[in-house]
């Protein structure tokens, strides 16, 4: 059986949205950030030495990175869903948004989330992260016409990956400003098992 290492208010909870859409058995084995510090206990590091979540053990293997399990996961029990043939010219552009999420998109995102919370002055940093996330978030905007959902327009891991991104943008009240990512969380929010993912999250809250 499949265990999740959950960290709360973290990035695993992508991991239990596709978990509950692939419909496999999986365990929870939850862990809570240290409420001064905000950062992950100890205790993580005993699964893997980075102490980061989410990590998920399977068949023997200790895998980490969002984007390396989300792959692994629809590969190994996906059978043929959440993602394009790897001969189809759709698989380039699935695999450009896996890695789009914690890349380009996040590194601005937490920048603007560290600077916010040291309360700091800074010289260059603030308006860089600013400048970033308007570029990044624009250009999702753009991508996202006249789609529901990133590739091939139905749901994939690239959907997985890009709602941890989404949510951030909406916790922070910007999505207003970008109407087709508005409509796109949306889309992602008929999926009941979206849902589910944030009932767990919230139960090991």
Not at 21 to 32: F, K, M, S, T, W
Not at 178 to 196: D, M, N
Request: a negative charge; proline letters at 3%; hydrophobic letters at 35%.
């Amino acid at each position: 059986m499949i265990k999740l290492h959950h960290l709360n208010k973290s990035r695993s909870k992508r991991i239990i949205w596709l978990l509950e859409e692939l419909g496999v058995d999986y365990d929870i084995v939850a862990y809570q950030r240290n409420k001064e510090t905000f950062l992950a206990p100890d205790e993580l590091k005993q699964i893997h030495p980075l102490g980061k979540s989410p990590v998920i053990e399977d068949n023997g293997k200790v895998i980490t990175e969002s984007g390396a399990i989300t792959d692994y996961l629809i590969s190994q029990y996906g059978q043929g869903k959440f993602m394009p043939s790897q001969q189809s010219d759709s698989y380039v552009d699935y695999q450009q948004w896996l890695h789009f999420a914690e890349s380009s998109a996040m590194v601005p995102l937490l920048l603007k989330l560290f600077i916010t919370k040291d309360g700091c002055q800074t010289n260059f940093i603030a308006d860089y992260a600013d400048h970033e996330i308007a570029k990044i978030l624009s250009y999702v905007n753009q991508q996202l016409q006249g789609k529901q959902y990133l590739v091939d327009d139905t749901l994939t891991g690239a959907d997985f990956m890009m709602s941890f991104v989404v949510e951030q943008v909406a916790q922070a009240g910007k999505l207003s400003h970008f109407p087709e990512i508005e409509r796109y969380f949306e889309q992602l929010k008929t999926h009941e098992s979206y849902h589910t993912a944030n009932e767990l999250e919230a139960k090991y809250d």
